[in-house]
């Protein structure tokens, strides 16, 4: 079975930095592109980032480029999300999840983290 | 603004059949697949159509989608009850390097 386990979310002050880990596991993960997406409370979907399978390839929105890196780890079966000189408009629940190629969002999901930037 | 155009709402009452429309242009539908996803309330989303108009598993065959130029639907055939949920578009652009999502229709069930 297919899962996806976020964690490393909480409050944190505008201008902080907060990492996010996703734990994958029931698949290969060196085979599958791997995703951030992100709801902000009441609002719509937004993907953040993505990350090849080797992380020859990587891309993100406008928004969070140079902010925010992601990366994976093949040896612990996890992908990555640093967040530095965080603002209010990160505030949302972010998604780990799996691609199948470079255009899809995510075939699998996790359940999500919550990051709240507020002072 | 969202790059991909979605209705913000759509209804129906049981049994019906619903249709939701996601508007791009060239660079994103134009040139690349559609997926569709399904968030039912208080829950992560569900990949629903994926590669234009096809249905993992598990996915009743009441769902469809297609793609035609610029435009893909979703269709919900024999609507239930429990298909009240939002749903999303989403295709890569080529000209921005990213996925987008379309803004979401809420669609609810008479």
């Known amino acids: 079975e297919v899962q996806l386990v976020e964690s490393g979310g909480g409050l944190v002050q505008p201008g902080g930095s907060l990492r996010l880990s996703c734990a994958a596991s029931g698949f290969t993960f060196s085979s599958y592109w791997m995703n951030w997406v992100r709801q902000a409370p009441g609002k719509g979907l937004e993907w953040v980032a993505n990350i090849k399978q080797d992380g020859s390839e990587i891309y993100y929105v406008d928004s969070v480029k140079g902010r925010f890196t992601i990366s994976r780890d093949s040896a612990k079966n996890s992908v990555y999300l640093q967040m530095h000189s965080l603002r209010a408009e990160d505030t949302a629940v972010y998604y780990c999840?799996?691609?199948?190629?470079?255009?899809?969002?995510?075939?699998?999901w996790g359940q999500g983290t919550l990051v709240t930037v507020s002072s | 603004q969202s790059v991909l155009t979605q209705p913000p709402s759509a209804s129906g009452t049981p049994g019906q059949r619903v249709t939701i429309s996601c508007s791009g242009n060239r660079s994103n539908i134009g040139s690349n697949d559609v997926d569709w996803y399904q968030q039912l309330p208080g829950t992560a989303p569900k990949l629903l159509i994926y590669?234009?108009?096809q249905r993992p598993s598990g996915v009743p065959d009441r769902f469809s989608g297609s793609k035609s130029g610029t435009s893909a639907s979703l269709v919900i055939s024999g609507l239930q009850s429990e298909d009240e949920a939002d749903y999303y578009c989403a295709s890569w652009d080529d000209r921005a390097y990213g996925v987008f999502f379309g803004g979401g229709t809420k669609l609810t069930v008479l």
């Open positions: 999840a799996r691609g199948y190629y470079y255009g899809s969002p995510g075939d699998y």
């Open positions: 590669t234009n108009n």
